[in-house]
């Protein structure tokens, strides 16, 4: 295989609000349409978000059933309050933000969680160790010494289940979902400030929490 040069090149200057806009452009243009009382560009809205928002509900009550309530829910609020969409983010932050809503609602009436916690996938569809997502400095695993995954699913659940809901839920979107800080902050309608300290408590609790198991 040929060497492959690196070409520096240089950074990418951060888009301006007029950029945004001019890229979500197509997808204003269907919201609008949608608002005027097209069914068929609320259906492509769907269309282009139907998987993650879904895969957004799996991983946030760790239930099948529940995400596929909260999906078709989540839609249908979404339809029924089109009209209220006042462009100030973009339909992915706003459908994300009734998800987790009613995500929150669900966790405050249940605690449920996937029987493996210690792996999930991210929307990307990569890997992640959660306790990797929350080690400090020291070493986690020995090749030698790997704990039972069954026990360790149940020690992580346990971990989490210590959390508030509001804590679990940025915590979840941070490392599961892959989201920024401002980005949870919408969601939540708070700031990036408090989203990122509500992470911070959350990883504390978490260590402290699984510390023995290092």
Request: charged fraction near 35%; hydrophobic fraction near 35%; aromatic fraction near 8%.
């Amino acid at each position: 295989m040929a060497e492959t040069r690196t070409i520096d090149r240089p950074k990418t200057a951060p888009k301006t609000a007029e950029e945004r806009m001019q890229a979500r452009a197509p997808e204003m243009e269907l919201i609008r349409e949608a608002q005027a009382g097209s069914r068929a560009a609320f259906d492509a809205l769907v269309r282009q978000y139907e998987q993650q928002v879904l895969r957004l509900a799996l991983h946030l009550t760790g239930s099948e059933h529940d995400a596929e309530d909260i999906y078709q829910e989540a839609f249908l609020k979404a339809y029924r309050y089109i009209g209220n969409f006042r462009f100030e983010c973009s339909f992915y932050t706003w459908i994300y933000r009734i998800v987790t809503n009613l995500c929150l609602d669900q966790l405050r009436r249940r605690k449920t969680r996937r029987e493996d916690h210690a792996v999930v996938v991210s929307h990307s569809g990569d890997e992640i160790d959660i306790l990797a997502s929350v080690s400090d400095d020291r070493s986690f695993s020995n090749p030698g010494k790997e704990l039972d995954r069954k026990v360790l699913g149940e020690r992580i659940q346990a971990a989490l289940e210590k959390l508030t809901p509001r804590e679990r839920m940025v915590f979840e979107l941070k490392h599961y979902q892959g989201l920024r800080l401002r980005t949870i902050g919408e969601m939540l309608k708070t700031t990036e400030e408090t989203a990122k300290n509500t992470l911070f408590r959350a990883t504390k609790k978490l260590r402290t929490q699984l510390a023995g198991l290092r």
